[in-house]
């Protein structure tokens, strides 16, 4: 049984509401900053579970440190998320070529794609 306590829906909601990576450090940081008595070892348990539900992609920034980015919950496949290597946006985005592609792979390649969190990296609209 899970429990939606008042601190994992705070950092659930403060990391809903940023629109780029994040280390956990950074939301510790922002709760401390706002006077949430909230521990450093909970916001890691809270973010590490989201990690394991899905809710939020893992991955290591350029100055190795562990980045995270809340995924859009989502329920086709053939989607992938768009990520500027600049400003660390994630865009979700759905497309049938995202299908085309990963079966051209699947079939040419014989790698089997994990298209329910794919992530092409590259610069937004913004920052091109």
Do not use: P, W
Not at 33 to 51: F, H, L, N, P
Request: hydrophobic fraction near 30%.
């Amino acid at each position: 049984m899970t429990y939606n306590t008042r601190q994992k829906e705070l950092i659930r909601q403060l990391i809903i509401s940023i629109n780029r990576d994040f280390s956990a450090k950074e939301i510790f940081c922002k709760l401390t900053a706002a006077g949430e008595e909230v521990g450093q070892t909970t916001v890691y348990r809270i973010i590490d579970s989201m990690v394991e539900d899905g809710q939020l992609k893992k991955t290591l920034g350029e100055d190795n440190e562990v980045r995270y980015q809340y995924l859009e919950s989502c329920d086709h496949f053939g989607h992938c998320y768009l990520k500027c290597n600049n400003c660390g946006r994630l865009q979700h985005i759905d497309c049938e070529d995202i299908c085309d592609l990963t079966a051209h792979i699947e079939r040419q390649h014989k790698f089997k794609v994990d298209d329910t969190n794919m992530v092409i990296n590259g610069l937004c609209r913004s920052c091109a």
